[in-house]
């Protein structure tokens, strides 16, 4: 059932990640608008909408299947989905595209509900296992999206989100009918986990929750723009070329999760030295030379899948199996608080200040996440010193 769900998850991301990368140019050939302000506006929205539809959707979960939930929300993205693709309006687009992503946000459902299935014990390799997904997700999504605007239409990537809402709700109708959904095993899970409340550390959802929230700001602020920037310094206007190389980070975190697979068990729980590798790969994405651009991508790929896969893991750990997907939402919130800052800030920053902006703020985010982290969680840089030497 785990990997089922695992499956699930992956078509979600994908069906998400399709236009991604290809925000500015679907505006400008869909709509005529060209004011990266707006491209901005967009992602806040969106942004807001996950906001609140995951901590909703966490809630209606304590009195209803997580299953159960899915087939009917994402069976209504999807019909909003092929809305989307058939609308001309661009007020009418808004409006309906930001309450498709408030019921595609049911999907992240999924994740807190795999770590009650399974033991604590499992839980560092199928949150990484979930955060590769996610970067494969993003890989296939910014490749298929690429494809799409390059050598048929930008509206038809909303058909291929629709299948993906529909595969998404096909899915979780056959698990619900089959002998492999049984909520007694969920149950029995929970019994067997003898929690002792006094040693989840006080406020370790809002440290977790304010150091992730500009984790997440610093590594989305140069999201948008991104493949507009790689064009520009190269003259190529390839949208496939351009969603490769977005998606190179993806990449790198497949290569991390197989080395860690092979290696088994010599990982380490460290954040620090991924913040700190995580700023190197930013300061050489901001040089507008192609080469340095890819090593920074891949440097930058191997921080951000540490740091997030650690951070989740601290976070689980911290938690209880019954308060799972509340904790992880309001996590989540704070992530996505921090997505939505930047949502606000990058498509000005852009237009007042160019295509670099972007990583020079990443760059001074991680550092002061770095600092937030060190502070909050009393971290011994001596230790870690005497760790990696």
């Known amino acids: 059932m785990k990997k089922f769900l695992i499956i699930m998850t992956l078509v979600a991301v994908v069906s998400d990640y399709l236009l991604h990368p290809f925000y500015p140019q679907f505006f400008e050939a869909r709509f005529g608008v060209t004011d990266p302000e707006w491209v901005g506006y967009y992602f806040a929205a969106i942004c807001f909408m996950?906001?609140?539809?995951?901590?909703?959707?966490?809630?209606?979960?304590?009195?209803?299947?997580?299953?159960?939930?899915?087939?009917?929300t994402q069976f209504i993205a999807g019909l909003l989905a092929l809305y989307c693709y058939?609308?001309?309006?661009?007020?009418?687009?808004?409006?309906?595209?930001?309450?498709?992503?408030?019921?595609?946000?049911?999907?992240?459902?999924?994740?807190?509900?795999?770590?009650?299935?399974?033991?604590?014990?499992?839980?560092p390799d199928t949150i990484g296992l979930l955060s590769v997904v996610v970067h494969l997700g993003g890989?296939?999504?910014?490749?298929?999206?690429?494809?799409?605007?390059?050598?048929?239409?930008?509206s038809y990537i909303f058909l291929i989100m629709a299948a993906g809402d529909f595969i998404q709700m096909g899915m979780s109708a056959y698990l619900l009918k089959s002998k492999r959904y049984d909520t007694s095993r969920t149950k029995e899970t929970e019994e067997k986990?003898?929690?002792?409340?006094?040693?989840?550390?006080?406020?370790?959802?809002?440290?977790?929750?304010?150091?992730?929230?500009?984790?997440?700001?610093?590594?989305?602020?140069i999201r948008p723009f991104f493949s507009t920037y790689w064009e520009y310094i190269t003259a190529n206007s390839s949208k496939l070329i351009?969603?490769?190389?977005?998606?190179?980070p993806g990449f790198v975190a497949l290569l991390?999760?197989?080395?860690?697979?092979?290696?088994?068990?010599t990982k380490s729980s460290g954040i620090v030295i991924p913040l700190c590798i995580g700023i190197i790969g930013l300061l050489a994405q901001g040089i507008p030379i192609p080469f340095l651009v890819i090593l920074g991508r891949i440097v930058y790929g191997w921080a951000v899948f540490r740091a997030i896969v650690r951070f989740d893991v601290l976070l689980f750990e911290s938690s209880t199996p019954e308060t799972y997907a509340i904790d992880y939402s309001k996590v989540h919130f704070f992530q996505n608080l921090g997505v939505l800052i930047s949502s606000f800030l990058v498509g000005v920053l852009v237009d007042q200040y160019g295509l670099v902006?972007?990583?020079t703020m990443a760059c001074i985010g991680f550092t002061v996440t770095l600092g937030l982290y060190v502070l909050l969680f009393k971290i011994n840089f001596k230790k870690i010193i005497v760790k990696t030497t």
């Open 50 to 72: 996950v906001m609140i539809a995951f901590p909703f959707w966490a809630c209606v979960s304590k009195k209803v299947a997580e299953l159960n939930i899915l087939v009917y």
């Open 86 to 123: 058939w609308t001309t309006s661009y007020i009418n687009f808004w409006i309906v595209s930001l309450i498709m992503i408030l019921f595609k946000g049911s999907y992240l459902l999924v994740y807190p509900y795999i770590l009650r299935i399974i033991t604590k014990k499992e839980h």
């Open 139 to 154: 890989i296939l999504g910014a490749v298929i999206g690429g494809f799409t605007v390059d050598l048929i239409d930008a």
């Open 193 to 221: 986990i003898v929690t002792n409340k006094k040693m989840i550390p006080k406020g370790f959802i809002f440290k977790i929750g304010i150091t992730t929230l500009l984790l997440y700001a610093s590594g989305f602020i």
């Open 242 to 248: 351009s969603g490769a190389v977005y998606a190179l």
């Open 256 to 265: 991390v999760l197989w080395w860690d697979i092979k290696r088994k068990g």
């Open 357 to 359: 902006i972007p990583f």
